[in-house]
């Protein structure tokens, strides 16, 4: 099963940016990955997601912000969040889709984390206001 190390957080103040990356230990570009995020107190919720044939989805709290990419060369996806707010405050994960395919795009338009099988130990953000 594929292992997924996150990097990238850190704290910035509110209207900074950070980049996030998530490093697999297998071939990424096999796999739909997602990003999501726990903030205290409060449920884990799907952020983005990159499928297998490259089309991305996003929470609607963060489109026109957040951009995720994936480099199949390095065997990671990254996460671009600009424009932070406080509220983007949260331990952020990736996870990989490891059920076997074919798997269909759209059904990652909702970033469930029903969908995601291996999961990563997260790296803090947080937003000062």
């Known amino acids: 099963q594929v292992q997924l190390v996150e990097s990238g957080g850190g704290l910035v103040q509110a209207g900074g940016s950070l980049r996030l990356s998530c490093a697999a230990s297998?071939?990424?570009?096999?796999?739909?990955i997602g990003w999501f995020r726990q903030a205290p107190g409060q449920e884990r919720e799907g952020v983005s997601c990159?499928?297998?044939?490259?089309?991305?989805y996003y929470a609607d709290s963060v489109k026109g912000r957040f951009t995720i990419s994936r480099d199949n060369a390095k065997n990671t996806v990254s996460l671009q969040m600009n424009s932070l707010k406080p509220e983007d405050t949260a331990v952020y994960y990736c996870?990989?889709?490891?059920?076997?395919?074919?798997?269909?795009?759209?059904?990652?338009?909702?970033?469930?984390?029903?969908?995601?099988?291996?999961w990563g130990q997260g790296t803090q953000v947080t937003v000062s206001s």
């Open positions: 996870a990989a889709d490891v059920r076997p395919g074919p798997h269909v795009s759209s059904w990652y338009r909702s970033i469930s984390m029903a969908d995601f099988g291996s």
């Open positions: 297998g071939d990424v570009s096999r796999y739909a």
């Open positions: 990159i499928t297998s044939d490259s089309s991305t």
